[in-house]
């Protein structure tokens, strides 16, 4: 009886060893070895040039609240045209309420890691526009595809205006968008980005009718603000406009369509990056005339001047690609995942720089 009692002892220290062995809950989610620790006498560089700032979306991790994700959209450096590779403590610095955090920084570009991107392109359509019309929307297919193949979680969204939203498609594919543009009854021209489409097209028509229409003249601003308040953004993402247009950014008087409130609103949370085809001498600028670039210099965005034609325009060789297929997964340990903090990014280099502050943030 002794042997036997001794013989099923021994079969049950062995089951336990052989479940513990195959015990898959052993890996562990909370594991944050890999994030460097809080480096000590870091004195993070004041900014001196200002020509760019990071613009990232922050989210806790998963099962892990402490660890912090920022979806960084790439920076390009307006000197060299080319994207910054960001280094921590070489050119990028992350500090939560003053205090300079380890961070593991790892590119898109490299591989090392897959992020959720929501592109919207805004539209002029007006009249003058109709000659580079086709011409862009070829290259916005053309993009979107070469995005959906960087590595990048894409959806792409687009808005029309003219004094107002004119037409609009919520957040889709590159096949959605596709679609939206070369649709069958509005397949020519300025027409292309003059209609609702998708699920929801009626709701997008009639919040674009009731709410987003008055100033006199083009205005990306009401394009922004519109897909701003009612589209399908992603929590995580990053959110990019690109703004096509031929003319100023006109509000009409009214500080609501005004680029200063546009940047107020989205400041930090988008970046617009711009596409302009036409003399950027032939306009007077003022305040009813506003310069459409500087919807991207507020935002850490991107400029291209094109052709009056845009025959030269292809997106994909454009720096707002550089800047989203080098976008960042940037991470840290927050010192306390149920509190508000401030949050602050900088970027130096000899050419670019430049920082932003995000206060008041949750995870």
């Known amino acids: 009886m002794k042997h036997n009692k001794f013989i099923l002892s021994a079969l049950a220290l062995l089951l336990g060893a052989f479940l513990v062995a195959c015990d898959t809950t052993e890996s562990d989610d909370s594991d944050n070895s890999d994030i460097p620790e809080d480096p000590q006498g870091v004195v993070v560089p004041e900014p001196t040039i200002n020509n760019v700032q990071p613009v990232g979306a922050f989210s806790a991790s998963g099962d892990n609240p402490s660890r912090i994700v920022v979806n960084l959209t790439g920076v390009v450096d307006p ?55 086709d011409t862009i929307a070829g290259s916005i297919i053309a993009f979107a595809e070469t995005l959906e193949n960087s590595g990048l979680n894409v959806q792409f969204g687009c ?82 406009y690109i703004n096509f247009t031929d003319e100023p950014t006109q509000p009409g008087g009214d500080a609501r369509w005004t680029t200063a409130n546009m940047c107020q609103t989205i400041g930090g949370i988008a970046t617009v990056h711009t596409v302009y085809s036409e003399d950027t001498t032939y306009t007077t600028w003022d305040e009813y005339n506003e310069r459409p670039w500087a919807m991207s210099e507020c935002t850490g965005g ?50 670019a720089d430049g920082k932003r502050v995000y206060q008041n943030i949750t995870y």
Do not use: C
């Open 79 to 133: 000197t060299t045209g080319d994207p910054i590779a960001l280094t921590w403590l070489d050119n990028f610095w992350l500090e939560e309420d003053g205090v300079v955090k380890g961070t593991l920084v790892n590119s898109v570009s490299s591989g090392g890691s897959s992020l959720a991107a929501d592109v919207v392109f805004l539209v002029d359509n007006s009249g003058s526009m109709g000659e580079e019309a």
């Open 159 to 240: 808005v029309g205006y003219n004094g107002y939203v004119s037409g609009a498609i919520n957040l889709t594919n590159a096949t959605g968008l596709e679609e939206f543009l070369n649709h069958p009854y509005y397949s020519y021209g300025t027409s292309r980005t003059a209609h609702f489409a998708g699920p929801d097209s009626a709701a997008l028509a009639d919040s674009a009718y009731y709410s987003f229409g008055g100033p006199y003249g083009e205005n990306g601003v009401v394009g922004v603000l519109y897909s701003d308040k009612f589209f399908n953004w992603r929590g995580g993402a990053q959110r990019v």
């Open 302 to 351: 991107t400029v291209k001047f094109v052709t009056r034609d845009a025959s030269d325009l292809d997106l994909t060789t454009l720096p707002v690609t550089g800047a989203l297929t080098n976008s960042y997964k940037v991470e840290f340990i927050t010192g306390n995942p149920n509190a508000a903090h401030t949050v602050t990014m900088t970027i130096k280099t000899p050419t």
